[in-house]
């Protein structure tokens, strides 16, 4: 995370900042997500029968890869000086554009759209996420993530 004067905030507004690191996308975390979800569909945890779709094999839950982004995000985003605690605050448009499939690697491109006020004390930030999958020219997904610092 990388903090900066809330007076500089609005500079970085419409800016790409960048990219995280690749993240492998393992069948061991997806049957991890599974489990704790409850998801068991089997394009997401049987190899075998998944094997026959058109995905070729398993894929990752979208909801899996919509919950990896805020850890992707944290070594990009720019946040407020004096940030005690930010929290998710929601997502918008969010979109499921291509399948990743087990084994592959992802990275999230990130870029802020709005820093805006929204009481004394709290920040409100939107960005926009993309998640890419290596080799691949499509995204995972897009998505615009909010966060809500408390200064």
């Not at 720019?78 to 605050?89: C, S």
């Not at 690697?105 to 004390?121: A, D, M, N, T, W």
């Not at 926009?128 to 290596?134: F, N, P, Q, S």
Request: aromatic share 8%; with cysteine.
């Amino acid at each position: 995370m990388r903090y900066v004067p809330v007076a500089d905030l609005a500079q970085y507004v419409g800016q790409h900042l960048g990219h995280s690191g690749w993240l492998v996308i393992d069948q061991q975390r997806i049957d991890q997500f599974a489990t704790a979800t409850g998801d068991h569909q089997f394009i997401h945890v049987d190899p075998a029968r998944a094997a026959a779709t058109p995905f070729g094999g398993t894929i990752a839950h979208g909801f899996l890869l919509l919950s990896l982004m805020p850890q992707l995000m944290a070594g990009v985003m720019v946040m407020p000086e004096g940030t005690e605690m930010a929290v998710n605050y929601g997502a918008e448009q969010v979109r499921f554009i291509r399948p990743v499939p087990a084994g592959a690697e992802v990275r999230l491109g990130v870029e802020l759209l709005e820093s805006r006020e929204k009481q004394p004390g709290q920040w409100l930030l939107r960005a926009r996420a993309t998640l890419e999958i290596a080799g691949q020219e499509k995204p995972a997904c897009v998505a615009e993530l909010l966060s809500l610092c408390f200064i």
